[in-house]
């Protein structure tokens, strides 16, 4: 195996079972991750791939407000990272997380997405960040930021933020697959773009995506880990993790 060209090549890392869960327990495990890499014997860096159970739209943690309705049978729930709402139900989302990033929200951005544009090259989707100072529409596959990959018809196919605390980085994001339609129009007036070029099960990206972190992302095999306790005395031990690295510093 070569040495990738990756700013975190040689970190050791930890990859978590694929999960198909809640929107709670989704976005629980991301600000666990964020909050445990790192800590207790785990490896400085974790990834993990998850679905979901229902049609579920996240909001970011700096929106406001959700829409006024939600169609039957859409959840709700807020992501710890910023940005507009998604719609997740025919999206693979990815969770990274690591102790000591690379500083800066542009590199950061550049390292922890360059990984998934040379994943998706070797499907022949070449994808490019996009250019847009913000997110500032109606929902976060509207625009895209450096942040996000576009396919090179102009067409946003993953979407990504961030979350940085006491130094750590939480960074997930969804790659659309196959979007409800009809939730779509429902939710934000509009349908997506272009359907995806890749037919492709999530699960089977899943494993495609894990085998380019190892290549072009770590330059090493993961550790295989378990998911923490989804018991009672795991749910508390996860929330006293996340509420310790929620405690301003100082």
């Not at 070569?2 to 990859?15: E, K, M, N, Q, R």
């Not at 964020?34 to 929106?63: C, D, I, K, M």
């Not at 890749?198 to 089977?204: K, L």
Request: proline share 10%; aromatic share 6%.
């Amino acid at each position: 195996m070569t040495v990738p060209d990756s700013p975190i090549a040689g970190t050791i890392w930890g990859l978590l079972p694929s999960l198909d869960a809640d929107g709670a327990t989704q976005m629980t495990l991301d600000r666990w991750m964020l909050a445990a890499v790192g800590e207790n014997g785990l490896p400085p860096a974790l990834l993990r791939f998850y679905t979901w159970t229902a049609p579920t739209l996240s909001l970011g943690r700096h929106q406001r407000q959700g829409p006024a309705s939600l169609p039957a049978g859409v959840a709700l729930v807020r992501r710890p990272s910023g940005g507009a709402a998604v719609l997740h139900g025919g999206d693979l989302c990815y969770a990274l997380a690591l102790a000591a990033p690379p500083r800066g929200r542009r590199r950061s951005y550049a390292a922890t997405s360059q990984w998934l544009q040379q994943a998706m090259g070797r499907l022949d989707h070449r994808l490019q960040p996009g250019s847009a100072p913000q997110t500032a529409g109606p929902h976060c596959f509207a625009t895209a930021t450096v942040a996000d990959l576009l396919d090179e018809g102009g067409d946003k196919r993953i979407g990504s933020a961030q979350l940085w605390s006491r130094g750590r980085l939480l960074q997930h994001g969804s790659i659309q697959l196959d979007p409800p339609m009809a939730l779509w129009r429902q939710l934000f007036g509009e349908t997506p773009g272009a359907p995806p070029p890749w037919p492709i099960t999530a699960a089977a990206l899943a494993e495609h995506l894990t085998a380019a972190a190892t290549d072009d992302l770590f330059g090493c095999q993961p550790l295989v880990l378990p998911l923490p306790n989804s018991d009672a005395s795991g749910r508390a031990a996860m929330l006293r993790a996340i509420e310790a690295s929620e405690k301003p510093m100082g």
